[in-house]
C-alpha cells in the first residue's frame, strides 16, 4: 500500500475570500468575474443554486442577477494570493509535504501519518485553516492523487463525510466509485467519456475495471495511467492530464536549501519554461502568473521567510519567455538575502483556450514570437540555462484589465486594509 | 500600471539603512566588529509576529480611546490567538466589524469599549469574535 496522500479543496475559493472581509456577501448569492469582467468564473452556493454556471458570459445573465440580487465582483487575485499563503501555512504542520496544485487546491503527503486517525488529523487541518482564514475547505484521503481527487469530490457533494473522505477503505471506495461518471475523473474529456460510453463504461468503477491495454488503446497514456490510479497504483496520471481552467501550478522542493537570487531564478525559469509548455501543449494562454518561494517551515529554528507575487498579463500568454520575464519580476521584488529555499513554484491562472483570447491594441506579431521561442526554447536546450534571456525584454503596452467591481487588496495594500469601526 | 507588486503581510516599516551596530573604524585595521553586523530592525517582524494569520486593520473612530487606540491607527488583529476575557477584539455585530474590548460579567461576555458616550454590546448569536488585537502602528506626520 501506498504512502496515503490527500487533497485539501477550499469551497468556492474565491467567494469564500471575498466573505472573509465583507460580511454582506454572506448567505447571498455572488458570483466573481473573470479578468476583464467577461464571464463567472467562481460562483457561491447560492449562485450555484441559481443555475448559474462555471464560464456564463455576464451579458447572458444579466436578467438572473438582476432578479435575485446577485452580487457581482471582479475578480482579485491579489487578495486570492495572499490567501492562498495563509491557508497553505495553515496545512503545512499536518503533513510532510505538499503540493500546490492550482490557488484553492493542495495534495498533501501523509507519509509518515499513517498512525494516526487520518480522518480526525484531516479536521484538524481544516478547522487550522478555517480559524487562520474563515475559509471552509473538504478533504479527500486515498493512495493516489486521482482517487484524492474523487474523494475530495465526494467529501464536497455528500454531507455525510463531513467534510472529509477517507477512500482508503476498500469498500467505502467501491461504493463512492461508483457513484461518479467517467467524465468526473479527473482528466478524462468530454471525447474520451463518449469512446468509453460506446463500451457501456459510464461510471468511475466501470473505469476503474476496463483493462490496462484497452484503456491505453482508447485515451493514451493518460487514460491508462488514470486506470491505474482508480485501482490505487500511483502513476503520475495528474502531470499528465490537461490543466484545469481554474490554473495550474508548478512546483518543486530543493533537495538542498538555495541561498542565491540567480540559482533561485533558474530553477523558477524552468517551472515558466514548463509551465509555458504545458500551455502550448493544450492551446491555452494565461492571464496571471503567481510565483513564490519560501523556507522549510518544518526548521523553525532557521530564519523563515515566504514570498508570493502575483503579476496580471496583458496580453494573456502561453510564450516560455514572457512567463519567465513575469516570473523574474515577481522575484526581484520579492527576494531577501540571508535565507535557505527550500521550496519554489509559478502558478498560471485564468486559464482560456488560445484562440479565444482577447487581443490587445497593436500587438506584436506572436507568430515571429513563436519562432523566436522555438529557438530560445532549443538554445535554452542545448547550453542549459536561461541566463540568455535579454533582462530588456519590454512590455511597452500595458492596459489595465477591466475590473469594475474588484473588491480592496484587503491583505497586501496598507491603504486598502479593512475598516474596524470604533463607534 | 498593469504589473503592481503586491506585497504581502509585512508592511515595511524597518528603516532600511540604519545598521544596529555603527563602528568608526580606525584606518588601518580591520574592525574586529565586522562579523557581529546584524540586519536592521523589521518592525513589522515583531509586530506581526503570525503572518499567517495576522491582518492589518484601520481603526475608525474614538470608542477605544481609553485603550489607547483611536480613529486612523493600524492594528494587527490575529485569528491564531485564543480570545479570552480582557482582550481588546474584533468582532463582527450584526455584520459590522467593531473594536472593543471583551470583557466577561455576571456570567455573559460583553463587548466594552473605551471611552465616554458608547454603549455595551452584549455577545449574543449576532456576535462573532473575529481576532485578537495583537498589535498597534501608528505615525505621527
Known amino acids: 500500500m501506498s504512502a496515503p496522500v490527500a487533497l485539501i479543496d477550499c469551497n468556492n475559493y474565491y467567494v469564500s475570500c471575498e466573505r472573509a472581509f465583507d460580511a454582506s456577501l454572506v448567505g447571498v448569492p455572488v458570483i466573481i468575474l473573470s479578468n476583464n469582467d467577461g464571464c463567472a468564473i467562481a460562483r457561491s452556493g447560492e449562485a450555484k443554486a441559481l443555475g448559474v454556471k462555471m464560464g456564463d458570459p455576464v451579458h447572458l445573465i444579466r436578467d438572473k442577477i438582476r432578479q435575485h440580487g446577485i452580487r457581482v465582483l471582479s475578480s482579485n487575485y491579489a487578495l486570492y494570493g495572499d490567501m492562498q499563503r495563509r491557508v497553505v501555512a495553515a496545512i503545512e504542520p499536518f503533513a510532510r509535504d505538499f503540493e500546490i496544485y492550482s490557488i484553492d487546491e493542495t495534495f498533501v503527503d501523509f507519509a509518515g501519518f499513517e498512525h494516526l486517525d487520518l480522518a480526525a488529523h484531516s479536521r484538524a487541518m481544516c478547522a487550522q485553516v478555517r480559524q487562520w482564514t474563515t475559509i471552509p475547505t473538504c478533504v479527500g484521503i486515498a493512495s493516489t492523487k486521482t482517487l484524492a481527487k474523487l474523494a475530495n469530490a465526494a467529501a464536497k457533494k455528500n454531507p455525510t463525510f463531513d467534510g472529509v473522505a477517507d477512500l482508503r477503505d476498500e469498500d467505502l471506495c467501491r461504493w463512492v466509485l461508483d457513484q461518479f461518471d467517467v467524465d468526473d475523473v479527473w482528466g478524462v474529456g468530454r471525447a474520451t467519456a463518449a469512446k468509453l460510453a460506446g463500451l457501456d463504461i459510464c461510471t468511475a468503477g466501470q473505469l476503474r475495471d476496463m483493462a490496462l491495454k484497452q484503456a491505453r488503446a482508447i485515451g493514451g497514456v493518460v487514460l491508462e495511467r488514470l486506470v491505474a490510479e482508480l485501482r490505487g497504483v500511483p502513476a503520475c496520471a495528474i502531470e499528465t492530464v490537461e490543466p484545469q481552467r481554474k490554473g495550474m501550478a508548478v512546483t518543486r522542493s530543493f533537495g538542498t536549501p538555495v541561498t542565491d537570487m540567480d540559482m533561485l531564478m533558474g530553477a523558477v525559469a524552468q517551472y515558466a519554461m514548463r509551465a509555458g509548455e504545458k500551455l502550448r501543449q493544450h492551446g491555452l494562454v494565461a492571464g496571471r502568473l503567481t510565483v513564490f518561494f519560501h523556507t522549510n517551515r518544518h526548521k523553525q529554528d532557521q530564519p523563515q521567510y515566504s514570498a508570493t507575487r502575483t503579476l496580471s498579463m496583458q496580453p494573456m500568454t502561453n510564450d516560455g519567455l514572457m512567463l519567465l520575464a513575469y516570473a523574474r519580476r515577481g522575484i526581484e521584488s520579492a527576494w531577501r538575502e540571508g535565507y535557505g529555499i527550500t521550496k519554489a513554484g509559478v502558478m498560471l491562472e485564468d486559464l482560456i483556450d488560445a484562440d479565444r483570447r482577447p487581443r490587445t491594441l497593436f500587438e506584436d506579431d506572436s507568430g515571429r514570437r513563436d519562432r523566436l521561442m522555438v529557438a530560445m526554447d532549443q538554445v535554452n536546450m542545448r547550453f542549459g540555462t536561461f541566463a540568455a534571456v535579454p533582462a530588456s525584454q519590454g512590455f511597452k503596452r500595458e492596459w489595465a484589465a477591466r475590473s469594475d467591481s474588484k473588491s480592496p487588496n484587503y491583505t497586501t495594500r496598507i491603504a486598502e486594509v479593512p475598516a474596524v469601526k470604533a463607534r | ?141
Open chain 2, 1 to 141: 500600471m498593469a504589473y503592481l507588486m503586491f506585497e504581502p503581510i509585512p508592511i515595511c516599516l524597518a528603516m532600511p539603512d540604519l545598521p544596529l551596530l555603527l563602528v568608526s573604524l580606525p584606518a588601518g585595521f580591520p574592525s574586529p566588529a565586522q562579523d557581529d553586523m546584524e540586519e536592521p530592525i523589521n518592525l513589522a517582524d515583531w509586530l506581526v509576529e503570525h503572518p499567517a494569520a495576522s491582518y492589518i486593520m484601520r481603526v475608525d473612530g474614538y470608542s477605544m480611546t481609553g485603550a489607547g487606540i483611536t480613529d486612523g491607527d493600524l492594528i494587527i488583529v490575529s485569528r491564531a490567538k485564543k480570545p479570552i476575557s480582557g482582550h481588546i477584539v474584533v468582532a463582527m455585530v450584526h455584520g459590522d466589524r467593531t473594536l472593543k474590548r471583551l470583557k466577561r460579567r455576571d456570567g455573559r461576555f460583553w463587548l466594552v469599549p473605551e471611552a465616554d458616550g458608547f454603549p455595551d454590546i452584549i455577545v449574543d448569536e449576532y456576535v462573532e469574535i473575529w481576532g485578537v488585537v495583537v498589535g498597534l502602528a501608528r505615525k505621527y506626520g
